[in-house]
């Protein structure tokens, strides 16, 4: 976080949890696969340095976690004039694709947000330095953990919020401050944002920063992990699930560096006694090996060119890659940190000679249900949070007249958590025993991959008689 904006927000009373932001950091580095200098950075036996490979086995947990809450569709319970404007939104802002980001960045440092915006707005103050504003989309800004700064949590609920970024608009840098406040207004509580932008120096940019009054909708939403926060001082933040898991991330690599050093070093060796290569000599008698001898064998002296209880002439070493003890370790660390992540202890298992993934191990073990539901349950909040914003904002500042207040609902893709194939065993079952065309058509549709005027045209083409058929009753 900048300097100007930590400045600022303690300039106005507030507190940035520095100890909080030190978590997130350290879980996106291991999210980003950036190298961690204390752990991959090492000396060996003889003070050489050397880096550990990564797998970045951080990323892939947080892929999977993210895959369980997909969305599928959003559309108000009932039908209703929002929906255009719903879908209209959602694709202007590439809801799809900063959606499933945010999944994975919640698991992995606990917390995402995003606010509502009016993209090219004019801001007119008047002459008593109230602002008002005219024209303007309706937008979404996205926002990682790292940018985000609770100012007011009440029963675990961040009420008031900063926001902060820094972008280059025209090859300088600029940092943007949100400040969404609340206060009473009668019985009523209605928001307030503060936009406060710095220079690339840290020094407030007076013209472009202004504060609004808005209404009694709050103009911004966070997502949060559903699992709860252990760790102390991170109030009005998520648990970050890499934090607790970091030293079987740690365990991951180093159990991968040995297979990788095993397989480095696996070529087998040929010594062979120079009295065996003695056809070239060099310019001073002596004898070498030829190129492509060299890629075969190492020459050994004459006389001391014995190794303990070896030929004297031509010896073999093939060294031993360690694959039974190395995929027990694996099968070891995969099970503590499936259990550390909060999916019990197959979360990432060898199976059969592969590795079985979250999605895989949900779909035939529903023990993981409890959980998918919860995170589920805050995506949902999140996402209608998100909608009822951006319509106050279309009402307020466009004139339209959408129910900030409908019931939205939204469809999950259940692909990830369910069996393909007993699915579709059980749709031809029924298909089967129950004389409805409707449900053989659905059958045929799943699993040939056809439209459903196909799937009718061949239910109508079985039961149609065959003309060649002179069978009669």
């Known amino acids: 976080m900048k300097e100007c904006v930590k400045a600022y927000l303690e300039k106005k009373g507030y507190t ?39 797998m970045n086995f951080a990323k892939r947990c947080c ?18 004039s929002s929906q255009e404007f719903i879908n209209q939104l959602l694709e202007r802002n590439r809801f799809d694709v900063q959606y ?34 005219k024209g303007g989309k309706v937008c979404i800004n996205y926002v990682d953990a790292d940018c985000i700064i609770p100012l007011t949590v009440e029963k675990e609920l961040v009420t008031e919020c900063a926001f902060a970024a820094t972008n280059i608009a025209k090859g300088k840098e600029k940092t943007t401050l949100v400040i969404f406040t609340k206060s009473k207004a009668g019985d009523t509580v209605l928001y307030s944002a503060e936009t406060v932008v710095f220079n690339e120096h ?63 070093k696996g070529d087998k060796l040929v010594f062979l006694n120079e009295l065996l290569a003695c056809i070239q000599h060099d310019k001073d008698g002596k004898p ?35 694959i039974e003890q190395i995929t027990k370790a694996f099968e070891l660390v995969l099970s503590l940190l499936s259990m550390s992540f909060g999916y019990g202890t197959k979360k990432y298992t060898f199976e059969n000679g592969r590795i079985t993934t979250a999605t895989e191990y949900i779909g035939t073990k529903q023990d993981s249900m409890q959980e998918l539901n919860k995170q589920r349950k805050q995506a949902s909040d ?26 939205l609902l939204i469809e999950f893709d259940d692909s990830y958590i369910t069996d393909k194939e007993t699915e579709l065993e059980r749709k031809r079952n ?9 449900l053989t058509v659905w059958y045929l549709m799943e699993a040939y991959n056809i439209s459903e005027e196909q799937a009718w045209a061949m239910v109508q083409q079985k039961k149609e008689p065959d003309p060649d058929d002179d069978t009669t009753d």
């Open 16 to 54: 940035v949890n520095g100890n909080a932001l030190s978590i997130i950091k350290l879980c996106d580095d291991w999210y980003a696969n950036r190298l961690i200098d204390d752990f991959h950075k090492r000396k060996n036996l003889n003070g050489v340095e050397y880096e550990l490979s990564r």
């Open 63 to 80: 892929a999977d976690d993210a895959n369980l809450c997909e969305v599928v569709s959003v559309a108000p319970e009932k039908e209703s």
């Open 100 to 133: 499933r980001k945010q999944l994975e960045k919640t698991s992995a440092d606990g917390t995402t947000g995003a606010y509502i915006y009016l993209q090219d707005a004019t801001y007119i103050q008047n002459g008593a330095g109230e602002t008002s504003v």
């Open 202 to 264: 840290g020094k407030e940019i007076s013209e472009e920063s202004s504060t609004i009054q808005l209404g009694d909708v709050k103009p911004f939403a966070i997502l949060s992990n559903a699992e709860v926060n252990n760790l102390d001082d991170m109030e009005g933040y998520g648990l970050p699930k890499i934090y607790n898991s970091i030293p079987m991330f740690k365990a991951v690599d180093l159990c991968y560096n040995l297979l990788y050093g095993d397989l480095g």
């Open 288 to 322: 070498y090996l030829t190129p492509q001898q060299k890629e075969i064998f190492i020459l050994l002296g004459q006389d001391g060119g014995k190794l303990p209880d070896e030929k004297t002439l031509v010896q073999e070493y093939t060294p031993e890659i360690r």
């Open 382 to 407: 999140y996402i209608t949070d998100i909608v009822h914003a951006a319509m106050w904002f279309s009402n307020q500042f466009s004139g339209t007249s959408y129910d900030v207040a409908e019931p």
């Open 430 to 438: 029924d298909a089967q025993s129950f004389d409805i065309p409707q």
